[in-house]
């Protein structure tokens, strides 16, 4: 994903927005979900069952071809609704001003207000980290394969956020972010210009 970086001066408050636009998934990010998924089977073959060629794709096959819709919705549907309710309580617990993003990039929650970098780092991170690597650890830990898949799920929808994170961290937490209409965009809102970068 390529990110695209534009600087403009607002007259108002003296203020400086640098727009992050992320681009839709590319060939390198997919060969990087594939990746993901061939050695989450193979770890989990090597750790919990016999480690051969027809463990591997008896458990690859059981991993991933068997209720994998029921697994996909529940990874994408839980971080949907850890991340709607981040915003919720960021929000003041009011539904009014929240919005919702739909396109081909992506489904998720809004806010219309700009909000502190450090809570908008938090809204990008907890949906990966509660339904991700909770899960993952949980059920690598316990031989439990559903959970294990969900967990690698997770982290697999969570890492575009992952990636809008990466793009916010040079920025300070008394910045402010405000969400575009369109998935993964964004105006930084710089509050301090003193500090260089």
Known sequence: METQQQTSRTAINNKAEIKLTLKSITVRILTFYLL?????????????????????????GLLWMKGTLWKVLAAYG?????????????????????????????????????????LCRLRLLLPGLLMGVLPFVHGFCTGNANVYVVGLLSLICASADFRVWLKLRPYDDEDLFREGKKSYEGTVIRRNYGKRR
Do not use: C
């Open 78 to 118: 839980g971080s949907l609704l850890i991340e709607f309710l981040t915003l919720y309580f960021i929000n003041g617990r009011r539904l009014r001003g929240m919005g919702w993003h739909w396109d081909f990039k992506g489904i998720g929650p809004y806010l219309h207000q700009p909000i502190p970098l450090r």
């Open 36 to 60: 993901v998924i061939y050695a989450g089977t193979l770890l989990f073959t090597f750790i919990w069952d016999e480690f051969s060629a027809y463990g591997m794709g008896y458990n690859f």
